[in-house]
């Protein structure tokens, strides 16, 4: 029998016993509410270790539920983090493409003006051997037009 059967077997004593009148009161046989008060102390312990061990497990089990929390949460957050750090890469990767395109189209134009001024020079250096091979042309057509001075002198003898 269990502590509420004691007391509800208790309350049926008290709401059956018979009252006295005038004053209000009932008359209980005091031998049968000691048995049950005797009962209830009895009872009292195991009833009160159940319930103690009732709330250990329920402890138990906000416990277990707070560190799986926890974990779900630490989880969540090393993902998130996991998640962070990739766009993070995909960002300092890009970032590190920008700049290598940048330097690539830099090195480009170097080249290009470094093969600009090379070819300059170059077409410099072939107009000044044109030049030099035209003046010696014209200096040999000249030359080849004005007839030697021992040939004009022997001409207007003739």
């Known amino acids: 029998m ?28 005091d031998d049968l509410i000691l048995d049950m008060i005797d009962h209830i102390r009895t009872t009292l312990p195991e009833e009160m270790r ?17 560190n799986d ?7 969540a957050r090393d993902e998130l983090t996991r998640m962070v750090g990739e766009d993070e890469l995909v960002k300092k990767a890009r970032e590190q493409a920008s700049e290598v395109m940048e330097q690539a189209k830099n090195v480009s134009r170097e ?4 093969a600009f001024q090379y070819a300059d020079e170059l077409l410099g250096k072939s107009e000044e051997s044109v030049e030099k091979f035209l003046k ?3 200096t040999a057509r000249e030359e080849l037009r004005t007839p030697p001075k021992s040939e004009q002198e ?5």
């Open 2 to 29: 269990d502590i509420l059967d004691v007391l509800n077997e208790l309350e049926e004593l008290v709401e059956e016993s018979t009252k006295v009148p005038l004053i209000g009161k009932i008359l209980i046989d």
């Open 154 to 158: 022997a001409a207007p003898a003739e």
């Open 136 to 138: 010696q042309i014209k």
């Open 50 to 66: 159940m319930a103690k061990t009732v709330a250990v497990e329920r402890e138990k089990i906000l416990e277990e539920a707070r």
């Open 69 to 75: 929390a926890k974990k779900i949460i630490g989880e």
């Open 111 to 114: 080249i290009k003006i470094g």
